[in-house]
């Protein structure tokens, strides 16, 4: 069993002992923790927080023990049921809430859970304030409510059309060229709840042609629901057949965008972003940013549109750090994280649709003549094994300065920026192993760099 306790939220396995995984007892404790927290940092006068959930097996059972324990420490609930993360992003805002916890292991198998926590912003907590959760549970600093005091909780399960009448608002979002187009669109939503919020929004967007995989959301996840090319060839299969002018997929918690070509073959991840910012920079030029492990593609395009393109450290919370200080138009992750500021400061894969299906409309191009018009790039994503007593801290320190002579970012680790390729190198924070993102023109030229940077990394040790 595992529990995993980071800045970004808990995540575990569902049974076990406690504090081998998510059990009871570790729910009760860290969202004791978060609430503690929240009462002392918001600027909120009402003791509000949200939660909604994504569809896995569970989700009812976690929902219950968080709702449970967030009236214990004399906090309201609005329970906003079954919803995407960007979802219950928006209802904290809408609500004027305290803070919101999403219950949700993103694209983690069925047995995993987390709980995903939100600022007054329904924005993720940063470094600091995700530590001092930690701190708090680590003490069990936290006291319960008396009787007279406890919360009550309040469903509300309108977020969901509230979502996408916002996405159906933005100024980039044209739904008469979306109609007017008349695509078939595929749609493999990992049986969670993007089966039901995203056909809802293709259906809003004018689409009548919608072709389901996997969109009951029951929770029994049809496939590794992580959107990439691996766990995607039942849709990948299909799309090949030219069902479709399009295949969308998305993960439980509908953050992350992946996009199928009409021919069957990926569009890739990074590329989501790279599309989406090109259609955005064309019509309301500005900066972007993404994390230092995300395709130079974006970088190229936004230079294309004589705009500056800034890099963040890995983690959704920099990201959005880092469009917030250069006015970001927008920015995202290599992950098929789309951040659209216009929306919202968090990943949003309705946001991504929408705005892609305008792009495509209006391109008058199919999805693989459009991916043409983009920077060619290929990432390898690998890692290397070192033993326990090793000082990673030490070997990347050493790296940076024998290629001193090179763009070195060292934000996040090491990344060095050659003529026509880089690498980014970080450490683990769970196991003794650094990993290694390398892009080049091709995979073969990826993976070669890869294995120069292990080359020098084995010499020093």
């Known amino acids: 069993m595992s529990l995993i306790k980071s800045i970004s939220g808990i995540r575990g396995t569902i049974g076990g002992a406690p504090g081998t995984g998510l059990s009871p007892l570790d729910i009760v404790k860290f969202t004791a923790a978060y609430a503690t927290f929240i009462a002392a940092n918001t600027s909120r006068t009402n003791r509000t927080i949200v939660v909604g959930r994504d569809a896995r097996l569970s989700g009812k059972m976690v929902n219950d023990i968080v709702v449970g324990t967030l009236t214990a420490m004399g906090f309201d609930v609005i329970n906003i049921g079954p919803a995407s993360t960007p979802t219950t992003e928006i209802a904290v805002v809408a609500e004027k809430a305290c803070g919101g916890i999403i219950l949700t292991a993103s694209h983690n198998p069925k047995q995993w859970n987390a709980l995903k926590l939100l600022n007054e912003n329904g924005e993720f907590l940063n470094d600091a304030q995700g530590k001092e959760v930690l701190r708090i549970a680590e003490e069990e600093a936290y006291t319960f409510a008396e009787v007279d005091d406890l919360g009550h909780e309040y469903t509300n399960n309108t977020y969901n059309l509230r979502h996408i009448e916002q996405v159906l608002a933005l100024d980039l979002v044209d739904v008469e060229a979306i109609r007017k187009a008349n695509f078939t669109v595929a749609v493999d939503a990992v049986n969670s709840v993007g089966g039901v919020v995203i056909p809802q929004l293709l259906r809003a967007l004018g689409v009548k042609n919608i072709v389901e995989l996997n969109c009951e959301p029951n929770g029994k996840f049809a496939h590794t629901p992580e959107p990439i090319p691996q766990n995607l060839t039942e849709i990948s299969g299909l799309m090949a057949k030219g069902v479709a002018d399009v295949g969308f997929v998305v993960d439980p918690d509908v953050d992350r965008l992946a996009i199928v070509m009409e021919n069957g073959e990926m569009f890739v991840e990074e590329y989501t972003l790279v599309s989406i910012a090109d259609y955005v920079l064309a019509h309301t030029p500005g900066s972007t940013v993404s994390n230092l492990s995300s395709s130079r593609a974006l970088r190229d395009v936004t230079h294309r549109h004589g705009c500056e393109y800034s890099a963040a450290a ?10 917030k200080e250069t006015g970001a138009v927008i920015g995202g992750e290599g992950n098929g994280g789309v951040i659209y500021p216009a929306a919202h400061y968090g990943r949003d ?43 990673v801290d030490a070997i990347l ?20 920026d050659f003529e026509d390729s880089w690498v980014h190198l970080r450490k683990s924070n769970t196991e003794p192993i650094i990993r290694i993102y390398s892009e080049a023109a091709t995979m073969a030229e990826a993976d070669a760099l890869a294995q120069k940077i292990k080359d020098v990394i084995a010499s020093m040790i």
């Open 314 to 323: 890995v983690g959704e919370v920099n990201v959005t750090t880092k469009m």
């Open 397 to 416: 320190a050493a790296v940076k300065e024998k290629f001193a002579g090179e763009q070195i970012t060292d934000i996040d680790g090491v990344k060095i």
């Open 349 to 391: 894969a309705l946001v991504g649709v929408a705005l892609f299906l305008t792009l495509l409309a209006k391109s008058g191009k199919k999805v693989s003549e459009l991916k043409k018009t983009y920077p060619a790039y290929e990432i390898a994503k690998n890692k290397m094994e070192l033993t326990p007593e090793i000082n």
